[in-house]
């Protein structure tokens, strides 16, 4: 029984079914080692960290703005609770602009401009720190593919 065979010096992953396809029977990939990989890797991760706390934090002054708007009971315990989490998100922003009656509610811009500003910081800090870590590969370190079939070499 003879097994076919390639190896390939990859920076990626090769799907399996592109293997099936061309007809070997195994696949032997070679990575070679990027620097920047490792960094990388790292950045995703804190940049998902950031949009995770940024998604929650957005949420919540969401709930507020609602709550205020349709002037919901602030002795709820859900209710009090949002109070609660995002007075000190908000606080800094009271006083730009007036509040204003929307109906039996109050529309809180110092809610609306939290959002805001919190939105344009998470969205600063992560091109930042995705920019830090974009620095290109060393020349010396591109990968090279070689496919062998049959018995012969082609690169």
Request: hydrophobic residues 50%.
């Amino acid at each position: 029984m003879t097994i076919r065979r390639r190896v390939e010096e990859v920076t990626e992953d090769v799907p399996r079914a592109d293997v099936e396809e061309l007809g070997y029977d195994e696949v032997v990939e070679k990575r070679r080692g990027d620097p920047w990989n490792v960094a990388r890797g790292w950045v995703r991760m804190i940049g998902a960290w950031i949009m995770a706390a940024l998604a929650v934090v957005e949420t919540l002054l969401v709930f507020r703005l609602g709550f205020q708007l349709a002037n919901a009971n602030p002795n709820n315990g859900f209710v009090d609770f949002i109070y609660d989490i995002t007075g000190g998100l908000v606080d800094p922003f009271k006083g730009i602009i007036r509040n204003r009656s929307v109906g039996d509610g109050v529309l809180e811009p110092a809610t609306l401009i939290a959002m805001a500003v919190y939105f344009v910081a998470a969205m600063l800090l992560v091109a930042i720190i995705w920019a830090l870590t974009s620095a290109p590969s060393p020349a010396g370190d591109r990968s090279v593919t070689t496919r062998s079939h049959r018995g012969t070499s082609v690169h």
